[in-house]
């Protein structure tokens, strides 16, 4: 593919309003933008870790650090013939897939653009349009947090995702309810906040009609889902604690959870998102595409995955207004109708990069050549 310089880009970005959930607060974007350049194309990506390790273990200065000192060398010395050989070339490293998923995603949107194909197609995508819903944080009261379902059901989003953590759970989602009906197409994400301590209440939660809880019990565990999976009604959807394919696999053979959110970002990047799509696809297994705040770039990865045959359910992908007031791609991310996003022909990712914002909020960057 005939990779020749990378560029590394850190950018703050200010997020309209924090986001919260169980293992703490985000209040701005701190993110990598990682570009590969051929001859006469460059591929872009963003890094999806967040500034502190309470999601995983990684951070935005570890992918910098990880990127700057083993990928990116490696990635110029040895080249690849096809984006899918990234993911074997770093396989002996252990973890640091957000790192690895960065470079990875580039790589790919490069091979879109040099074959004059979008990235949908490219990965096999099927769907001209994809279904999203929306991540609500824990708000403050609830009377906050039945002002933001009101505003996002009216928006169309066809899932209302709430996180939940202990002293914030059986009130607001009775509240969600009581106003909105049963119908409403509700779930709820704990990011581990529980334990099987909490069996009783989490048993209660069968009592609200959720289309799935996502992550209730501890990050690295699957053996405590699939006990308390075999005692709950509702589906449990793994996040956290699916790292690969082989992971998937294990998760789904001891029946861990009934559903998989697929973060390309987790997962070490598009390759091994496509497998674990395609390992649920056999096994009747529903997934659907996570998010974390990505910004404009990374939500167009998003896009990409979520429009595989058995992304079924709404991901997290919303509009770029969602949580920015300028995002760095135009056009920005929009509902192309209620709930919908439309996903893009163009090649590559199909969005052209705002490189003067981009530039404004630089707070260190460097290039790597050959
Ligand atoms: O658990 O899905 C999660 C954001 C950051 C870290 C973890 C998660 C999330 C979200 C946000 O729920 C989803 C979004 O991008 O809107
Ligand atoms: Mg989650």
């Not at 200010?14 to 701190?30: A, I, Q, R, W």
């Amino acid at each position: 593919m005939d990779i020749n310089q990378v560029l590394l880009q850190r950018i703050k970005m200010p997020l309209k309003s924090s986001f919260e959930t169980s293992f703490g607060k985000v209040t701005e974007k701190d993110i990598i933008v990682v570009r590969v350049f051929s001859e006469d194309k460059v591929g872009i990506a963003e890094s999806v870790a967040m500034p502190f390790p309470i999601y995983n273990e990684e951070t935005t200065g570890t992918v910098w650090y990880m990127l700057e000192h083993f990928l990116i060398p490696q990635l110029l010395e040895k080249g690849v013939k096809h984006p899918r050989d990234v993911f074997d070339m770093f396989s002996y490293i252990r973890r640091n897939n957000m790192a690895k998923a960065a470079l990875e995603m580039a790589v790919w949107d490069l091979y879109s653009k040099q074959n004059g194909l979008s990235l949908s197609a490219v990965l096999g995508g099927t769907r001209k349009e994809i279904e999203v819903g929306v991540s609500i944080g824990i708000e403050d009261n609830i009377d906050d947090l039945l002002i933001k379902v009101n505003h996002f059901l009216n928006e169309g989003y066809k899932k209302i995702k709430v996180k939940i953590k202990p002293g914030w759970d059986i009130e607001p989602l009775r509240a969600i309810r009581n106003k909105f009906g049963d119908d409403i197409p509700l779930m709820a994400d704990a990011n581990s906040a529980y334990t099987l301590n909490d069996k009783a209440l989490l048993k209660e939660l069968d009592t609200f009609n959720l289309m799935m809880v996502e992550q209730p019990l501890a990050h690295d565990d699957i053996i405590d889902h699939a006990k308390l999976q075999a005692e709950m009604k509702t589906p449990i959807c793994l996040d956290e604690s699916i790292h690969s394919v082989e992971d998937a696999r294990k998760a789904l053979e001891i029946e861990a959870c009934k559903i998989i959110n697929i973060k390309i970002g987790r997962v070490g990047g598009l390759t091994e998102a496509k497998k674990i799509h395609d390992l649920c696809e056999e096994r009747d297994v529903p997934v659907w595409c996570g998010g974390m705040l990505e910004a404009g770039i990374g939500r167009a990865h998003n896009i990409a995955i979520a429009s595989l045959s058995n992304f079924t359910i709404p991901g997290d992908t919303s509009s770029s207004s969602r949580y920015f007031n300028e995002d760095i791609i135009f056009p920005e991310v929009t509902l192309s109708k209620p709930g919908m996003i439309s996903v893009p022909e163009r090649p590559g990712i199909g969005f052209d990069i705002n490189n003067e914002l981009i530039n404004k909020m630089i707070v260190n960057d460097k290039t790597f050549t050959k």
